[in-house]
């Protein structure tokens, strides 16, 4: 059996530009069918599991679906802007605790969550190191973010701006990491939180600069003094490094109330509590939409299961189609060594041992694509959370 | 000793027939086969060697009837008794020298690997001229250098009857005769019978017997 075997891999391995061919092609073969279902299982799992956990996501009209994976999973671009005043909206009822978030923003590719200190017990998020941020400036990392982005307590961040040549928008902010989250597995691994004011500030609504209240007014700067307002030219040092030195002078323009959200979550307290107030914004003049998370992600995911039953039609006809093709390979292969197999009987080789080495050579090549498939699933298992993002998004 | 009896055979759908009315060949005799091409003596060579079976008349190896054999023990048979040296060598190209000197023991329960056997493997491939090819794959030898190869293949298991299908076919002077004087000396040395197909004329003379096919066979369509 050994020399059988020697034998079979020696054939092998003096072919094996086509023997990697046959290889990769039954092992793609095999992988797509089960990466296909592996995605869509996974992912609605996932999905799901996430929704489920969000009883009521407030945002302007528009996409459902934006609004839930934006809001939920930190993907797509951000929805219509809400202000701030929908949280006390829907506080005002005491049917509900509401979390502001504001996911606008990215820093080296990961999403700024701007909330609030209810977002953390709420998601079950625990600390693997350091604090929460409890000042402006300061940021907690997800799992992921922090091991690709390679930081640690103490280090900093710095936001991304939106536009490089938009000079009346956002400024890079250079954010302070106060502490790292627990892995959690779900879409908060993939996250830099902060708190609301802090995004405020990234947006350049709310900013910190050198005091010129006490400038003279020959210093280059002042424009002119308007009662307790003091007019400057753009020669003002606007601080994008917020410390405990200049902590102070951020300040907001304009009303907190009309400052902008991507969504508020809504945590009714209880069932009767939810339909209430989801019947608030059910109004035909109502702006907002009170969606709940779950029904928007069972009907992605209705859709999504449609669509693999396609795929995985397709990728039946794809499978018959390549072991169509193989067997053909097999069987040229067979013919083009029809001589060598002529040989083996001229010599006298048994007939079992002749067809045992062929049979040992398709094994080997099987068992090959085999282990080839259960490597490349395993591999898209632990990417298969972000596979699905990235298709839903 | 290998006697045939009123031989006679033809491929299958065929026109072709051949007949042998008397053959014997006796232990540790060595002769050559000549005549003109397509008569049938590679059919014969494949006949005595049991690839092929008669549709009537009788072959009897040592007085066992060859003829009458299941295809198994025909196949146990060549591999315990014949050393087959085939016109276009029948190497297995993608083997090295010494896994085709090896590859009757490798691939049967009939011949046994031992330690020995891989000895005189060695020392048999020095003799012909390969020894220093044994790791080398076949398919980067010369023509001549495969024709050995195909030689010590069918003397390795010291056979009692060597059957050659033009041996000499695709070798120079020189490896003619050192081929041959390899032959020879194996089949002196383990009282081989030696049946040789041969268009050269000038070495006829260093066999026992001289068979011209057309003297003792009836063939054609």
């Not at chain 2, 033009?166 to 081989?192: K, M, V, W, Y």
């Amino acid at each position: 059996m050994i020399d059988i075997l020697q034998l079979a891999c020696k054939y092998l391995r003096f072919n094996w530009i086509k023997t990697s061919i046959v290889v990769v092609a039954i092992a793609l073969i095999l992988f797509l069918p089960a990466a296909l279902d592996l995605l869509v299982r996974h992912g609605a799992t996932s999905l799901l599991t996430r929704a489920a956990g969000t009883p009521l996501v407030l945002g302007a009209q528009g996409s459902p679906l934006e609004l839930v994976l934006n809001s939920q999973y930190f993907e797509t671009k951000p929805p219509p802007e809400i202000t701030y005043s929908e949280v006390a909206r829907i506080e005002q009822t005491s049917l509900a605790t509401a979390i502001p978030i504001y996911n606008r923003f990215r820093a080296g590719g990961w999403p700024i969550v701007g909330t609030n200190l209810d977002y953390y017990p709420w998601r079950s998020l625990e600390l693997a190191q350091g604090r929460y941020p409890l000042m402006i400036g300061e940021c907690v990392l997800g799992a992921d973010a922090a091991k690709e982005l390679s930081v640690q307590i103490g280090a900093h961040v710095i936001s991304s701006p939106e536009e490089l040549f938009d000079f009346a928008g956002s400024y890079p902010l250079r954010m302070e990491v106060v502490g790292i989250l627990k892995s959690t597995g779900a879409a908060d691994d993939r996250a830099i939180f902060t708190d609301i004011k802090t995004v405020w500030i990234i947006a350049g609504l709310a900013h910190g600069h050198e005091d010129v209240t006490q400038a003279p007014d020959d210093d280059g700067t002042i424009l002119r003094r308007e009662g307790s307002r003091t007019i400057t030219n753009a020669s003002t040092m606007t601080y994008n490094v917020i410390h405990a030195g200049n902590r102070a002078s951020y300040h907001l323009h304009g009303k907190i109330e009309d400052l902008p959200l991507t969504a508020v979550l809504a945590l009714p307290h209880d069932p009767r509590a939810g339909a209430l107030l989801r019947g608030k914004y059910l109004r035909a003049d109502e702006s907002m939409q009170m969606i709940v998370p779950t029904t928007v992600i069972e009907s992605l995911l209705g859709t999504m299961f449609r669509l693999r039953e396609y795929l995985l039609l397709g990728s039946a006809l794809a499978v018959f189609s390549t072991l169509s093709t193989t067997s053909l390979v097999f069987f040229l292969a067979l013919r083009l060594r029809q001589r060598e197999i002529e040989t083996m009987h001229r010599i006298g080789l048994p007939r079992t041992r002749v067809l045992g080495l062929l049979a040992t050579e398709i094994a080997i090549v099987i068992a090959a694509a085999v282990a080839l498939a259960l490597i490349f699933s395993i591999v898209f298992s632990r990417y298969v959370d972000l596979i699905m993002l990235e298709i839903l998004t | 000793m290998i006697e045939l009896h009123g031989l006679s055979f033809a491929y299958p759908g065929g026109e072709y027939q051949l007949d042998i009315a008397r053959l014997t060949i006796a232990a540790g005799e060595t002769v050559a086969i000549t005549g003109p091409s397509g008569i049938g003596k590679t059919t014969l060579l494949h006949l005595l060697a049991g690839i092929l079976v008669p549709q009537a008349g009788t072959i009897l190896a040592n007085g066992h009837p060859l003829s009458g054999a299941t295809d198994a023990a025909r196949r146990r048979f060549r591999l315990r008794h014949i050393g087959m040296i085939f016109q276009e060598f029948e190497l297995i190209d993608y083997l090295n020298v010494r896994d085709n000197l090896l590859l009757p023991y490798r691939l049967s329960a009939v011949l046994k690997l031992e330690q020995q056997v891989r000895q005189q493997a060695e020392q048999l491939a020095h003799a012909a001229g390969i020894g220093t090819h044994l790791e080398r794959n076949v398919a980067q030898l010369s023509q001549g250098e495969r024709q050995r190869v195909a030689v010590c293949r069918a003397l390795l298991p010291r056979p009692g009857l060597i059957l050659a299908d033009e041996p000499s076919g695709n070798l120079d002077p020189a490896n003619t005769d050192r081929i041959l004087d390899l032959i020879f000396q194996q089949a002196a040395q383990s009282g081989a019978s030696f049946v040789c197909i041969t268009h050269e004329r000038h070495f006829l003379n260093r066999f026992d017997r001289v068979l011209d096919f057309a003297d003792f066979a009836r063939s054609g369509a």
